[in-house]
T-cell receptor, first 114, second 112 residues
Framework: AQSVSQHNHHVILSEAASLELGCNYS??????LFWYVQYPGQHLQLLLK??????LVKGIKGFEAEFIKSKFSFNLRKPSVQWSDTAEYFC????????????FGGGTRVLVKP | KAGVTQTPRYLIKTRGQQVTLSCSPI?????VSWYQQTPGQGLQFLFE???????NKGNFPGRFSGRQFSNSRSEMNVSTLELGDSALYLC???????????FGPGTRLTVL
């Protein structure tokens, strides 16, 4: 069974700081990878996804993530955060043999101080 | 186009009761998945339906069940509610081809 771990539970940073959230997964087969964001009071929204091809993927709102297959990692980055990036971020993995089942990491709460 | 809708948005039940939650997927989406979100366990997969058939199931007891109708709308049912079933239940829909799932706002279930 696959598992996903996110290294940080809470991150606090100031506006304009750079953000990097770690995500590692455990699964031996082919996977699709996702980062979702949950803003306060809102539902889960897709930030970006990786299915195949260029391992550096760009998403919405200036976010990007890099898939490193040898490290089973899919880290999320943003060069300069804004107060509006305050949210909870979830990494998720879908094993291609498992239909649409997503396995989520525990989430990282990010607080951006103005 | 309209997003995933879930009804009701909030629900309060007592132990031992049963509950039915509803999900309407995005038009054209044929796959519907259900997830439970709690502070302690995070987001956990319940089951996925496609073409009225359960395609995947998570590790939840048999008290949790679901179904999908011919118009792709889905319901999930929880029988004999326990306090630990208090959670946000999320529905997600996708086209089968690309596995990108779109989530609804969830139903907040409180069991007293």
């Amino acid at each position: 069974a696959q598992s996903v771990s996110q290294h940080n539970h809470h991150v606090i940073l100031s506006e304009a700081a750079s953000l990097e959230l770690g995500c590692n997964y455990s699964y031996g087969g082919t996977v699709n990878l996702f980062w979702y964001v949950q803003y306060p009071g809102q539902h889960l929204q897709l930030l970006l996804k990786y299915f195949s091809g260029d391992p550096l993927v760009k998403g919405i709102k200036g976010f990007e993530a890099e898939f490193i297959k040898s490290k089973f990692s899919f880290n999320l980055r943003k060069p300069s955060v804004q107060w509006s990036d305050t949210a909870e971020y979830f990494c998720a993995v879908n094993a291609r043999a498992a239909g649409n089942k997503l396995t989520f990491g525990g989430g990282t709460r990010v607080l951006v101080k103005p | 186009k309209a997003g995933v809708t879930q009804t009701p948005r909030y629900l309060i039940k007592t132990r031992g009761q049963q509950v039915t939650l509803s999900c309407s997927p995005i038009s054209g989406h044929r796959s519907v998945s259900w997830y439970q979100q709690t502070p302690g366990q995070g987001l956990q997969f319940l089951f996925e339906y496609f073409s009225e058939t359960q395609r995947n199931k998570g590790n939840f007891p048999g008290r949790f069940s679901g179904r999908q109708f011919s118009n792709s709308r889905s319901e999930m049912n929880v029988s004999t509610l326990e306090l630990g079933d208090s959670a946000l239940y999320l529905c997600a829909s996708s086209r089968l081809e690309d596995n990108e799932q779109f989530f609804g706002p969830g139903t907040r279930l409180t069991v007293l």
